[in-house]
């Protein structure tokens, strides 16, 4: 018996198999073509799309210092004895007086030299003793700087009459009342107790905005109001999707072609929005937890480079009721679709004002496959082999299962250039070269949703370990209510019937015997690749069954008749015009006729080349069931990756279809 990840690498380079007692994932190679990187952090504070939102700097310079250190830790010196004396500006000791505060602040090189500070006139300096000066520069890399503020009342009466004399009159001048300035919000929730609860969610993200904290949900959906409207795109029982469009150029700020280009790149994903269970209270046993989330979106991150899994963006935890673009997308989605099933948002039976929300992003897979209306076996074939090419990496990757792979966690996108999903005519049969037929149909597929898969993920290598160290992730089955449900119709018992078919391929090897067993605790940790193939048998039975009819291709080309000159009318020097030879004409309309009839036939030969390999891809695909069947299968097909080196072996497959 061959197992799976060494399937296909004995295909490809010929070397024995190792033992499965060996196994791990120290083999990280990544087969099929590069993906290219997905856009991120596009919404940070300092994106185009929130600039309006910004606030603007102080006016006085002592305010725009302190707003730019705001976030500098200030070092208190005055412990520490002065082992240098800092040059500070020349100002005279009487004008001075009391008047003045100092603040001495430690600085990275990078922070002192930032532009957009204010500069100050240069002044001659001297030196002169500060108490609070801070004594070192550490490493080369910190630099003191001195903030001397000064009252706005000054001693000198001089100088004062003089203001007097230039300032406006009285009548005109109203005196300002100093009031305390608003402090803007940061939007992050701070509350200790409740960040503690999301941190292994909070580690998971890739910014430092993200990785930060809770923030609150409003103020996250605001970085992208003045650029894009939202829409809801689907729903499950884990939560609900959501879209970002760019507006119009008429509605939104302008920005630059850069900027514009790096919005529309990031409006191409989509936003899965998570209730999260409460900590206690009501909420607690309900929802999704934290450490499910958490597991998948490490799984997000580790299979993001595996072509055929979905693209990783980041993730962010938020707080509070949907914001106002969310709520109209939500009920714009339940006035127009008939799967709405998920309570309103806007509930408070169903969802507190402190409800927790997991978000999210990827890059947008195209649409699910339960949506998707497929017609022609190239469809079939490159939906069927696409999933299980991914499936067999994945193996060879991270030993992964899936668990769930029903059709809404199959998605479908297109290959053509203006991305229209409608089958393949002759023409482009013809025009494309595929020695095994893969790749016809013009889809590329995309599995999502890891809520209920299995991996080893491998967290890094430590010089004693060269495997690194190893972290499964995965969720256990028999806590979720999953294998007791029967279906109403047809697809739905087919559906219901294949989870206990993977429980029992789990616990017995048998996937027929779905009699229910005793639970053993951790058994959905361990690594059953086989459960992959019921699900890909699954995808198989739905594609075969539900197609629809397939579109009548174009008629052949007609023969052209021989065309009759038109009358002309009767001119009275007819006898002296000169007439057309009739073996010319004869001659033109053979070869107008000629020239015709090798079109209809080279039509019809195309019609039949066609016709042969959609016969040729038909009988593969009945092949597979036969290998696949649960009762009378191929008794060493134990993974996706042995059916994927069985078909390269078979010429189903070629192998730049896969490496």
Request: hydrophobic share 30%; net charge neutral; glycine share 4%.
């Amino acid at each position: 018996m061959t197992s799976g990840s060494s399937a296909l690498v004995d295909h490809a380079t010929s070397t024995p198999p190792r033992k499965p007692s060996t196994r791990t994932v120290a083999q990280r190679k990544v087969y099929g073509k590069k993906k290219k990187n997905a856009p991120r952090a596009v919404l940070d504070p300092k994106s185009p799309s929130c600039t309006p939102d910004r606030p603007q700097e102080p006016s006085d310079p002592v305010e725009a210092i302190q707003t730019k250190l705001a976030q500098v830790s200030l070092v208190d010196e005055t412990a520490r004895t002065p082992a240098l004396v800092p040059e500070v500006p020349e100002t005279p000791t009487k004008e001075l007086g009391d008047q003045s505060k100092y603040i001495t602040i430690e600085l990275d090189d990078e922070l002192t030299t930032d532009s957009s500070l204010p500069q100050q006139p240069a002044r001659t300096p001297t030196k002169q003793p500060c108490p609070d000066a801070s004594p070192t520069r550490r490493n080369g890399r910190q630099k003191t700087v001195e903030v001397r503020i000064y009252n706005k009342k000054s001693n000198n009466t001089k100088s004062t009459r003089a203001e007097k004399d230039e300032a406006p009159s009285a009548s005109t001048q109203t005196p300002r009342k100093k009031t305390a300035k608003a402090r803007r919000s940061s939007g992050f929730v701070r509350d200790p107790e409740a960040n503690s609860y999301v941190q292994p969610i909070l580690n998971e993200a890739l910014s430092p905005l993200a990785s930060q904290s809770i923030q609150r949900f409003s103020t996250w959906a605001s970085r992208s109001a003045s650029m894009f409207d939202v829409a809801k795109l689907a729903e499950g029982s884990y939560g609900e999707v959501y879209k970002l469009h760019l507006r119009e150029e008429s509605s939104r700020p302008a920005v630059s072609k850069s900027k514009l280009a790096k919005l529309k790149a990031y409006g191409n994903g989509v936003f899965k929005v998570v209730p999260l269970c409460a900590k206690k209270g009501p909420g607690s046993k309900k929802f999704t937890s934290i450490a499910e989330i958490a597991s998948e979106v490490k799984m997000l991150k580790y299979l993001d480079p595996i072509p055929g899994f979905a693209r990783f963006r980041e993730i962010h935890v938020v707080q509070g009721r949907f914001p106002e673009s969310f709520q109209r997308a939500w009920e714009h989605y339940k006035e127009t679709k008939d799967d709405c099933e998920n309570p309103n948002p806007a509930s408070k039976k169903a969802y507190p004002e402190t409800q927790l929300w997991a978000i999210v992003e990827m890059d947008d897979a195209g649409c699910e496959l339960e949506k998707f209306s497929w017609s022609s076996i190239f469809q079939i074939y490159d939906i069927f082999w696409g999933v299980a090419m991914a499936l067999a990496r994945a193996e060879e990757y991270a030993l992964f299962e899936h668990r769930d792979l029903h059709l809404g966690n199959v998605c479908i996108q297109s290959t053509r250039p203006d991305g229209t999903t409608n089958p393949p005519t002759d023409m482009e049969i013809a025009r494309q070269s595929s020695p095994s037929g893969f790749g016809l149909g013009a889809l590329e597929t995309t599995i999502i949703d890891y809520s209920l898969s299995r991996a080893d993920l491998r967290l890094g290598d430590l010089p004693d370990d060269p495997d690194g160290v190893i972290e499964n992730a995965s969720s256990d089955l028999d806590k979720k209510q999953i294998f007791d449900a029967v279906g109403e119709d047809e697809d739905e018992i087919l559906l219901r019937n294949t989870y206990r078919y993977m429980r029992a391929t789990l616990y017995t090897g048998n996937p027929s015997d779905t009699e229910k067993p005793r639970n053993v605790q951790g058994i959905w940790a361990e690594y059953a690749p086989r459960t992959n193939l019921v699900w890909l048998l699954f995808i198989l039975k739905n594609l075969m069954k539900n197609r629809k009819p397939e579109p009548t291709q174009s008629t052949p080309v007609p023969v052209p008749q021989p065309q009759r000159k038109a009358l002309a009318p009767c001119s009275p020097n007819r006898a002296m015009e000169r007439q057309p030879t009739k073996g010319k004409t004869n001659k033109a309309n053979d070869q107008s006729l000629a020239g015709a009839l090798v079109k209809e036939r080279q039509s019809k030969d195309l019609q039949t080349r066609v016709m042969q390999l959609k016969q040729t891809l038909e009988d593969r695909m009945k092949t597979v069931l036969a290998l696949l069947d649960l009762e009378n299968g191929h008794e060493d097909m134990c993974c996706a990756a042995d059916l994927v080196a069985y078909a390269m072996d078979s010429q189903w497959l070629a192998e730049q279809d896969f490496f």
